[in-house]
């Protein structure tokens, strides 16, 4: 949740308008009232939505994935050797390359008559591997450019909501200065007090729900891995051989880096599965695959290798889900309806002040009242699209 200063720091916003009373000699309550509670109503159902600490989160992400992509883009453009292998394949939107590096193994492997051959794939193995040392740094790229363009999607959403709970609070403000005055009520700074720390609290909670996801995608990602490597076993053809590898080299490396990524967004906490460590050996094991799998006992150290990886990162997507449900999601929950029961008293205590004001001058009738509030752009209350 949000309030309406933090809400300000982020779109810098100008100072609250309740600074400003404006004198009402006539006021209709009920009309007045009944706007208050629609845009309380509204403000809620946004500040739930926590907008800005998802616009925050998003752009964090942001600043990380371009940084990464600057590094790799730095990479393959000094690869001398990789720029006359594949001509233009550095770019990070560039597809065309990435299939440009697997035709050039491809080829390799063809020339070299490496399919099923163990002495010949022993003997080229680093040829090999280096071809795909290169490749994989390419999928890398697009994988990043595809977390940047979601990215930029979530960046985009979240700050419409921002600014439309900006406006709900201008709105908010201006209704109050008219009937109450600049008063601020110690209810009101409680209450600002305690969804700032709630916005706090829920930054924390999206980078633990974002590791989450990352690491069941990539618990998902080692089985469609595992399968592809397994079904090699039973394969002779060089064509399907070669597409069931690489579609082995692509779900594992997606694994890889997505529990790469999630160890990098909570860097205090330590992992009991799938360690930094481990995640390198599985980096450095899928650039020897295409030889492996034609060398029986490497292609059956390598299957072992990859059930253990698909074994224990689903034993870490169950162990993170867990923490996060039972400590992260309650610690969150505990304070939301703290700031409900606040949020409640405070709705209550201005509702009461305003018929208040309005019980005070009862014969000077409402039509200049409303007149008043409708002319400074109070009344009618658009509903927010």
């Not at 009991?272 to 006992?297: G, H, K, N, S, W």
């Amino acid at each position: 949740m949000v309030h309406k200063y933090s809400l300000k720091n982020i779109m810098g916003c100008a100072p609250s308008s309740r600074n400003n009373k404006r004198k009402l000699t006539m006021v209709d309550s009920a009309e007045v009232l009944d706007t208050f509670l629609k845009l309380d109503r509204e403000i809620w159902a946004e500040e739930m939505k926590a907008p800005a600490p998802d616009l925050g989160h998003a752009m964090a992400k942001m600043e990380k994935i371009n940084n990464e992509i600057e590094v790799l883009m730095a990479e393959l453009s000094s690869d001398k050797d990789y720029r006359v292998l594949a001509p233009g394949m550095f770019s990070a939107h560039n597809t065309q390359g990435l299939d440009t590096a697997d035709d050039s193994i491809k080829s390799v492997l063809t020339e070299l008559t490496i399919n099923r051959n163990p002495s010949r794939a022993l003997e080229h193995e680093e040829f090999v591997a280096n071809l795909a040392r290169k490749a994989l740094k390419h999928r890398h790229l697009l994988w990043l450019t595809r977390k940047k363009l979601d990215t930029e999607e979530e960046i985009g959403t979240a700050s419409e909501k921002v600014q439309n709970l900006q406006k709900l609070y201008e709105h908010q403000d201006v209704l109050l200065n008219e009937i109450l005055g600049s008063t601020v009520s110690p209810l009101e700074h409680e209450l600002d007090r305690i969804r700032s720390y709630r916005d706090t609290l829920y930054s924390g909670e999206l980078s633990w729900r974002e590791a989450v996801r990352l690491i069941h995608s990539a618990s998902v990602f080692t089985k469609a891995g595992l399968d592809s490597w397994e079904a090699l076993a039973t394969t002779l053809t060089e064509e399907t051989r070669f597409s069931l590898a690489t579609e082995t080299r692509n779900s594992i490396q997606e694994a890889a880096l997505s529990i790469q990524t999630a160890q990098t967004i909570l860097p205090g906490v330590q992992f009991p599965y799938c360690t930094a460590r481990e995640i390198f050996a599985i980096m450095q094991i899928i650039e020897y695959l295409y030889t492996d799998l034609q060398v029986p006992d490497r292609y059956a150290h390598a299957s072992e290798v990859y059930k253990s990886f698909h074994k224990r990162s689903t034993a870490l997507y169950e162990w993170i889900r867990k923490l996060t449900e039972d400590t992260i999601q309650k610690d969150v929950q505990v304070v939301d309806r703290q700031i409900s029961e606040l949020a409640s008293r405070l709705c209550q205590q201005r509702s009461d002040l305003i018929r208040s004001k309005g019980s005070a001058q009862p014969h000077k009738g409402v039509a200049g009242g409303s007149s008043t509030l409708k002319q400074n752009g109070i009344l009618p209350l658009p509903r927010p699209t």
